[in-house]
């Protein structure tokens, strides 16, 4: 199971860090696997955000690039998303995944900025 968390509400310029930890049968292979944070805008598709490989090599997407950090604790089973420099267009449902998606969607945490 993977469950999102650290999602709210800011204001445009704000900062959030999100966290996603790994529990059950996902923490025995969790070290192996490459992760990624994906985002849902209301009403949207899901979109890949960031990636983090088992290594600790890191790839964004262009809209989030120099604003955004992606990073993974394997002793803890967590990844994080450091979120800087928020802009509105960024409002969306965040969660986490192995890369490519491999295990069930957990629930997400929603992010909201406001203008």
């Known amino acids: 199971q993977l469950q999102a968390s650290g999602g709210g509400l800011v204001q445009a310029g704000g900062s959030l860090r999100l966290s996603c930890v790994a529990s059950?049968?996902?923490?025995?292979?969790?070290?192996?696997?490459?992760m990624a944070w994906f985002r849902q805008p209301p009403g949207k598709e899901r979109e890949l955000v960031a990636t983090?490989?088992?290594?600790?090599?890191?790839t964004y997407i262009d809209s989030v690039k120099g604003r955004f950090t992606i990073s993974r604790d394997n002793a803890k089973k967590k990844i994080y998303l450091q979120m800087n420099s928020l802009k509105p267009e960024d409002t969306a449902y965040y969660s986490c995944n192995a890369f490519p998606p491999f295990w069930t969607w957990g629930q997400g945490t929603l992010v909201t900025v406001s203008s």
């Open positions: 059950g049968s996902i923490t025995s292979v969790f070290n192996s696997k490459n």
């Open positions: 983090v490989t088992k290594g600790g090599d890191t």
